[in-house]
């Protein structure tokens, strides 16, 4: 059962920076996509940008030249590096992986459990 373990959220002032970081652990699958959603209170959950295996990215407009993710292949660890941030980047941010095609099992998709990010203004 494959696993995401989210770390570095935390409260900041608007301006500042917070980096996020994600490992897959436990997977029997190989892992394509990576990358971070977010939900803010009240809202859907959206995703923020995703990456591929090749190095990918598709990004959210409202976060590009902001923030930059990355990815560890050979550790299965995505990182989100988020500059200026904004007050309405308040959310709880969540790690999404998701297998490459298995026969038995279609598209894996795993979450992490989120961890907030409360910007102040």
């Known amino acids: 059962q494959v696993q995401l373990v989210e770390s570095g959220g935390g409260l900041v002032q608007a301006g500042g920076s917070l980096r996020l970081s994600c490992a897959a652990s436990?997977?029997?699958?190989?892992?394509?996509?990576m990358g971070w959603y977010r939900q803010a209170p009240g809202k859907q959950r959206d995703a923020v940008v995703v990456i591929n295996r090749d190095g990918t990215t598709t990004y959210r407009d409202s976060v590009k030249g902001r923030f930059t993710i990355s990815r560890d292949n050979a550790k299965n660890t995505v990182y989100l590096q988020m500059n200026s941030l904004k007050p309405e980047d308040t959310a709880v941010y969540y790690c999404?992986?998701?297998?490459?095609?298995?026969?038995?099992?279609?598209?894996?998709?795993?979450w992490g459990q989120g961890t907030l990010v409360i910007v102040s203004s």
């Open positions: 999404y992986a998701k297998s490459d095609y298995v026969p038995t099992h279609g598209y894996v998709e795993v």
């Open positions: 436990g997977s029997s699958f190989s892992i394509n996509v």
